[in-house]
């Protein structure tokens, strides 16, 4: 490769746009102004989410999944954000925007008791009435017949009641350990018991090895798919479980615990074995939130606050079951075609014959992977050839999830168990998959893996594969670099781009980044590559406030951003700074958000976009415009702190011109024309839904990219390119659209 593309990387010249002047940028505006909120940012994507649930155009089972996601979403966010709050709320600490850590504990929760409130009516007003009549009922013990009361009474007995383990608190049957989102129930007794005792509060645990969701016999269901719930099962024979007492009240109850791990780097000796100690705990970790039932008496719900030292605001009353994530057991097992998205076919990015060689292929040009309407399985393909192939010697990856069954990771054993020189970077602290990723290490090092857990006090999140191979007596470079999981599953419904790429430098450097991890000696220069925490930061900024200098000189500058969260304030600070020099900015932001867009002498040339849909949006993409150099690089990072500063991240260029120009028509220019699942993000913080105008067509950039590279029904695959006239429409070759861009007076 010529030094061509390197002499257009971007220097900033001294004109007073240097980092001092990023600073000053805002510096006329109250914090409170020129910032968002980052956790009630994140509960707002949550809302829009949620608002899938309540479009009615969307599959009545698909409007379900949103609800199971909106609730696990919500887990998370108590697991780590709310808990991080508390911890810091003990600490008698102050909050980044200076307000008091309890009014912001208090403001954070209002919002998500009203999300949860909206929650649960969708379910109830909406979702399930909707599908009962479309032949799938979830029957409460008041809705059952008495043939199917009698099979539950059976089923009952049989299969639940020998697993439950009633426990009466007195002193020698203390409260017992609830662990994180489990299923409970407290029940409220009066009379004596066998010993003449008049204990009043027993804990009844659901075992986690029990289904949460009942389908009853076709015989008993009629015309309907008919299903039963196990915490109403339980409720329905509650009593039974203490005879010769009277149950006056009972409720279920579900705990939230922190979870976030914390592991100390200065004891530690072995991470893969304090992980697996520190996992343990994570069961019980401090209490954030407790679930309840509506109808909860409230000496009961007292009593479980009390028990798990919590105030009144982290208590939630809904109307429902305790876990609606458990209710992905009821989609699961409903096979309605009607009531589901219509199925999807990924094209292949590349069609290997029998005996071909994904190697010569590489070599002929870079390859760009666009998942989830490109398969998945290229990239399995590339690492089962390097695997099998006798000409590789050496086998390079990174893993942050890979989940339970991957042929990929199984390839990598196969290559370690036949001598190939395999190095795996395993993150084990990637959040929820920490006891897979140990699994997967243990195994790889049972066949001769070398494998590495990242470096302490910072995640591996790049994602990376290196395969290096002998021809012709000389070693050769094929990489795949990502902005997504190597995970087969997630691949199906995530977002993401990948390169496979034969550039030799390119090649190069990412060893360079294995050999930094392995070795934890300081990286070397990288021409091709942004490598965090070293370098991400520092290019992303120069590159804005290139762009900045660009519009200072009077000459067009844009810059299109497509990511997961916009958190850093620095960054954020540089496009504000590149905004009142005149540069147009589109962010394509799907979460968090602290950034204000359109306001007067400070953002009124940005605009933020979200777009939610049948797919996770997960693609990470930096466009500068860098007068016509066009300059695109594809991450695995956020803007957000973490990502920039304690995380191994990886930002990588797409050089090819033409794979450029698909990069700007599938990952950018599609999604600046939704007007179907496109939310705007307006100055104060709300999200506004963006809606065809006037005459306007009703324009869904997913199921734009599903008909552009989906397989075609005779089993023919589309070709690479995407040719939509009314996207290229007065675009110039390679540059992204402006014409869904308002004027800046309607952006203020």
Same mark, same amino acid.
């Given at each position: 490769?010529?030094d061509?593309?390197?002499?257009?990387?971007?220097?900033?010249?001294? /004109?007073? @746009?240097?980092?001092?002047?990023?600073?000053?940028?805002?510096?006329?505006?109250?914090?409170?102004?020129?910032? *968002?909120?980052?956790?009630?940012?994140?509960?707002?994507?949550?809302?829009?989410?949620?608002?899938?649930?309540?479009?009615?155009?969307?599959?009545?089972?698909?409007?379900?999944?949103?609800?199971?996601?909106?609730?696990?979403?919500?887990?998370?966010?108590?697991?780590?954000?709310i808990?991080?709050?508390?911890?810091?709320?003990?600490?008698?600490?102050?909050?980044?925007?200076?307000?008091?850590l309890?009014?912001?504990?208090?403001?954070?929760?209002?919002?998500?008791?009203?999300?949860?409130?909206?929650?649960?009516?969708?379910?109830?007003?909406?979702?399930?009435?909707?599908?009962?009549?479309?032949?799938?009922?979830?029957?409460?013990?008041? /809705?059952?017949?008495?043939?199917q009361?009698?099979?539950?009474?059976?089923?009952?007995?049989?299969?639940?009641?020998?697993?439950?383990?009633?426990?009466?608190?007195?002193?020698?049957?203390?409260?017992?350990?609830?662990?994180?989102?489990?299923?409970n129930?407290?029940?409220?007794?009066?009379?004596? /018991?066998?010993?003449?005792?008049?204990s009043?509060?027993?804990?009844?645990?659901?075992?986690r090895?029990?289904?949460?969701?009942?389908?009853?016999?076709?015989?008993?269901?009629?015309?309907?798919?008919?299903?039963?719930? &196990?915490?109403?099962?339980?409720?329905?024979?509650?009593?039974?479980?203490?005879p010769?007492?009277?149950?006056?009240?009972?409720?279920?109850?579900?705990?939230?615990?922190?979870?976030?791990?914390?592991?100390?780097?200065?004891?530690?000796k072995?991470?893969?074995q304090?992980?697996?100690?520190? *996992?343990?705990?994570?069961?019980?970790?401090?209490?954030?939130?407790?679930?309840?039932?509506?109808?909860c008496?409230d000496?009961?719900?007292?009593?479980?606050?009390?028990?798990?030292?919590?105030?009144?605001?982290?208590?939630?009353?809904v109307n429902?079951?305790?876990?609606?994530?458990? *209710?992905?057991?009821?989609?699961?097992?409903?096979?309605?075609?009607?009531?589901?998205?219509?199925?999807?076919?990924?094209?292949?990015?590349?069609?290997?014959?029998?005996?071909?060689?994904?190697?010569?292929?590489?070599?002929?040009?870079?390859?760009?992977?666009?998942?989830?309407?490109?398969?998945?399985?290229?990239?399995v393909?590339?690492?089962?050839?390097?695997?099998h192939?006798?000409?590789?010697?050496?086998?390079?990856?990174?893993?942050?999830?890979?989940?339970?069954?991957?042929?990929?990771?199984?390839?990598?054993?196969?290559?370690?168990?036949?001598?190939?020189?395999?190095?795996?970077?395993?993150?084990?602290?990637?959040?929820? /998959?920490?006891?897979?990723?140990?699994?997967?290490?243990?195994?790889?090092?049972?066949?001769?893996?070398?494998?590495?857990?990242?470096?302490?006090?910072?995640?591996?999140?790049?994602?990376?594969? @290196?395969?290096?191979r002998?021809?012709?007596?000389?070693?050769?470079?094929?990489?795949?670099?990502?902005?997504?999981?190597?995970?087969?599953?997630?691949?199906?419904?995530?977002?993401?781009?990948?390169?496979?790429?034969?550039?030799?430098?390119?090649?190069?450097?990412?060893?360079?980044?294995?050999?930094? &991890?392995?070795?934890?000696?300081?990286?070397?220069?990288?021409?091709?590559?942004?490598?965090?925490?070293?370098?991400?930061?520092?290019?992303?900024?120069?590159?804005?406030?290139?762009?900045?200098?660009?519009?200072?000189?009077?000459?067009?500058?844009?810059?299109?951003?497509?990511?997961?969260?916009?958190?850093?304030?620095?960054?954020?600070?540089?496009?504000?700074?590149?905004?009142?020099?005149g540069?147009?900015?589109? &962010?394509?932001?799907?979460?968090?958000c602290?950034?204000?867009?359109?306001?007067?002498?400070?953002?009124?040339?940005?605009?933020?976009?979200?777009?939610?849909?049948?797919?996770?949006?997960?693609?990470?993409?930096?466009?500068?415009r860098?007068?016509?150099?066009?300059d695109?690089? *594809?991450?695995?990072?956020d803007?957000?702190?973490r990502?920039?500063?304690?995380?191994?991240?990886?930002?990588?260029?797409?050089?090819?011109?033409?794979?450029?120009?698909?990069?700007?028509?599938?990952?950018?220019?599609?999604?600046?024309?939704?007007?179907?699942?496109?939310?705007?993000?307006?100055?104060?913080g709300?999200?506004?839904?963006?809606?065809?105008?006037?005459?306007?067509?009703?324009?869904?950039?997913?199921?734009?990219?599903?008909?552009?590279?989906?397989?075609?029904s005779?089993?023919?695959?589309?070709?690479?390119?995407?040719?939509?006239?009314?996207?290229?429409?007065?675009?110039?070759?390679?540059?992204?659209?402006?014409?869904?861009?308002?004027?800046?007076?309607?952006?203020?």
């Open positions: 490769m010529s061509n593309f390197i002499d257009k990387r971007r220097t900033i010249a001294e /004109d007073g @746009l240097t980092a001092n002047s990023i600073c000053k940028a805002a510096a006329d505006f109250p914090v409170s102004e020129i910032y *968002l909120d980052r956790e009630i940012s994140q509960l707002a994507f949550n809302q829009r989410v949620l608002a899938q649930a309540e479009d009615s155009s969307i599959p009545l089972q698909e409007r379900l999944r949103f609800l199971c996601i909106t609730s696990n979403n919500l887990d998370e966010f108590y697991e780590v954000r808990a991080s709050l508390m911890a810091l709320g003990k600490q008698e600490s102050k909050i980044s925007c200076k307000t008091d309890n009014e912001a504990l208090q403001h954070v929760s209002l919002a998500c008791h009203r999300l949860v409130e909206r929650q649960y009516a969708i379910l109830n007003s909406e979702v399930l009435p909707r599908m009962a009549r479309e032949g799938v009922c979830l029957l409460h013990h008041k /809705d059952r017949n008495e043939a009361r009698a099979w539950i009474k059976t089923y009952f007995d049989s299969q639940i009641r020998p697993l439950l383990t009633p426990i009466v608190l007195d002193p020698a049957h203390p409260f017992p350990q609830v662990a994180n989102k489990s299923l129930f407290i029940v409220s007794l009066v009379g004596k /018991d066998a010993f003449g005792r008049r009043s509060i027993a804990i009844v645990r659901a075992p090895v029990l289904p949460r969701v009942i389908r009853l016999p076709k015989e008993l269901s009629g015309n309907t798919q008919a299903f039963c719930l &196990l915490s109403s099962i339980i409720q329905a024979h509650i009593a039974e479980l203490f010769q007492r009277d149950v006056i009240a009972f409720s279920q109850f579900r705990l939230t615990r922190d979870s976030d791990l914390w592991v100390g780097e200065g004891e530690v072995d991470l893969r304090a992980l697996k100690i520190e *996992l343990k705990n994570r069961q019980f970790g401090a209490a954030v939130r407790l679930e309840v039932a509506s109808n008496p000496e009961l719900a007292q009593f479980l606050l009390n028990q798990f030292s919590l105030d009144q605001i982290h208590l939630y009353r429902g079951p305790v876990n609606l994530v458990r *209710l992905f057991e009821l989609i699961e097992q409903v096979k309605i075609p009607a009531l589901c998205f219509p199925p999807f076919h990924p094209s292949s990015a590349i069609a290997l014959k029998d005996g071909s060689d994904i190697f010569s292929l590489v070599n002929k040009g870079d390859i760009l992977l666009h998942h989830p309407f490109q398969s998945f399985q290229t990239v393909d590339f690492i089962h050839h390097a695997a192939d006798p000409d590789v010697v050496v086998i390079k990856h990174s893993v942050y999830r890979a989940g339970m069954a991957s042929d990929l990771m199984e390839s990598l054993i196969y290559a370690a168990r036949h001598g190939k020189e395999v190095v795996v970077i395993v993150e084990l602290k990637a959040r929820f /998959d920490e006891e897979q990723n140990i699994e997967w290490t243990q195994r790889l090092e049972q066949e001769g893996a070398q494998v590495i857990y990242g470096v302490m006090g910072l995640k591996t999140h790049a994602k990376l594969s @290196l395969v290096i002998r021809e012709n007596n000389s070693l050769r470079y094929y990489a795949h670099l990502g902005t997504g999981n190597y995970h087969s599953a997630t691949a199906k419904v995530y977002t993401d781009f990948g390169l496979l790429t034969a550039h030799q430098d390119i090649g190069r450097e990412v060893n360079e980044v294995f050999i930094h &991890l392995t070795s934890l000696t300081k990286p070397k220069k990288l021409r091709y590559l942004w490598l965090a925490p070293f370098a991400l930061h520092g290019e992303i900024v120069r590159s804005i406030m290139n762009e900045a200098k660009i519009a200072k000189l009077g000459r067009p500058a844009r810059i299109i951003a497509k990511m997961n969260a916009l958190i850093d304030k620095s960054v954020i600070s540089a496009l504000y700074a590149a905004s009142k020099a540069v147009k900015i589109d &962010l394509i932001v799907r979460g968090a602290a950034l204000k867009p359109g306001v007067a002498g400070l953002s009124e040339n940005i605009r933020v976009r979200s777009i939610l849909g049948r797919f996770l949006e997960h693609t990470r993409i930096y466009y500068f860098n007068d016509l150099a066009h695109v690089y *594809l991450s695995s990072a803007w957000m702190g990502n920039l500063f304690s995380r191994i991240e990886v930002a990588f260029p797409v050089l090819d011109k033409t794979l450029k120009r698909r990069v700007l028509s599938e990952g950018l220019r599609p999604y600046l024309k939704d007007n179907t699942n496109s939310w705007e993000l307006q100055p104060d709300l999200y506004k839904r963006r809606k065809p105008r006037n005459n306007q067509n009703r324009f869904n950039a997913q199921q734009h990219l599903m008909l552009s590279l989906s397989a075609t005779d089993g023919k695959k589309t070709l690479f390119s995407v040719t939509d006239s009314a996207i290229r429409a007065k675009a110039g070759p390679g540059e992204p659209d402006d014409a869904s861009r308002p004027s800046s007076s309607c952006v203020k």
